[in-house]
């Protein structure tokens, strides 16, 4: 691991995922470089047991001096137990609102509207205001346990929470492997009965249930049924020709 200068940050490239070179004087301080080219300084610090996420801005609007010295300004505050600025840190509805942008197209546009109302209706009423590299596993497991009254929408509504929170690692707002969503306990519910006519599930099962209702109807009553069962049994075993000459 080097130092990490103005002229190594200028050099760095791009690749198909994202990547991190972190510098060796201060711990901590680095830089992320995404695949659309961004290049974004942060700094990752641990104090009192607690980790603290900080993006100190992108190499377009400061030089490596620059993000240097934020970073150790930064280090500094969080060991005497103060609150740092972060205008770096963008807040959860901005981070939403850009992953529905960005990511929506993966979506069809009734899961696009589906999701969005979860988003409005139960992750927006509770997130808002949050910076997104705050958000921790005791946030995510106090909100779903908020939504107990609820938990079809409290489980339809994990998912759109951890696509917001992965993708918010891919943009380089978090760390990477830091999304609070996984493996978050579901509610757990009993299976519900379908009540409907046959009609109501699709012509196709309709017409086969015609087809058996016709062959009951025309199917022979049981009793008749055992007295060909009892006329075919004793020719069972016998050639054709002793078939024919054997009277009943």
């Given at each position: 691991?080097?130092?990490?200068s103005?002229?190594?940050?200028?050099?760095?490239?791009?690749?198909k995922a994202?990547y991190?070179v972190?510098?060796?004087?201060?711990?901590g301080?680095?830089?992320?470089?995404?695949p659309?080219g961004a290049?974004?300084?942060?700094i990752?610090?641990q104090h009192?047991?607690?980790r603290a996420?900080?993006?100190?801005?992108t190499?377009d609007?400061?030089?490596?001096?620059?993000?240097r010295?934020?970073?150790?300004a930064?280090?500094?505050a969080l060991?005497?137990g103060?609150?740092?600025?972060e205008?770096?840190d963008?807040l959860?509805?901005?981070?939403?609102?850009?992953?529905?942008?960005?990511?929506?197209?993966?979506?069809k546009p009734r899961?696009?509207a589906?999701n969005?109302?979860?988003?409005?209706k139960?992750?927006?009423?509770?997130f808002?205001g949050?910076?997104?590299?705050?958000?921790?596993?005791?946030?995510?497991q106090?909100?779903?346990?908020?939504l107990h009254?609820?938990?079809?929408?409290a489980?339809?509504?994990?998912?759109?929470?951890s696509v917001?929170?992965?993708?918010?690692?891919?943009y380089?707002?978090?760390?990477?492997?830091?999304?609070?969503?996984v493996n978050?306990?579901?509610?757990r519910?009993?299976?519900r009965?379908?009540?409907g006519?046959v009609r109501?599930?699709?012509?196709?099962?309709?017409r086969?249930?015609?087809r058996?209702d016709?062959?009951?109807?025309?199917?022979p009553p049981p009793r008749?049924?055992?007295?060909?069962r009892?006329w075919?049994?004793?020719?069972?075993?016998c050639r054709?020709?002793r078939r024919?000459?054997r009277?009943?």
């Open positions: 691991m080097r130092r990490l103005q002229r190594r940050v200028d050099s760095l490239k791009p690749r994202t991190e972190r510098d060796a004087e201060l711990k301080f680095g830089i992320r470089v995404l659309s290049r974004r300084y942060f990752h610090h009192a047991g607690k996420w900080r993006t100190i801005g190499a609007d400061m030089t490596e001096a620059q993000a010295s934020l970073a150790a930064v280090v500094a060991g005497n103060e609150e740092t600025p205008p770096g963008p959860f509805e901005d981070v939403a609102e850009e992953v529905f942008r960005r990511y929506g197209r993966n979506w899961t696009l589906v969005r109302g979860y988003l409005k139960q992750i927006l009423p509770y808002t949050q910076r997104i590299p705050e958000i921790t596993r005791e946030d995510v106090n909100w779903f346990s908020f009254a609820t938990p079809v929408a489980d339809r509504s994990a998912p759109v929470l917001i929170l992965r993708q918010a690692e891919i380089g707002h978090r760390p990477e492997g830091s999304n609070p969503c978050i306990r579901r509610y519910r009993r299976g009965e379908r009540v006519s109501a599930l699709g012509p196709g099962r309709h086969s249930r015609r058996a016709r062959r009951a109807a025309v199917r008749r049924q055992a007295r060909q009892r075919r049994a004793p020719s069972r075993g054709r020709r024919r000459r009277q009943w």
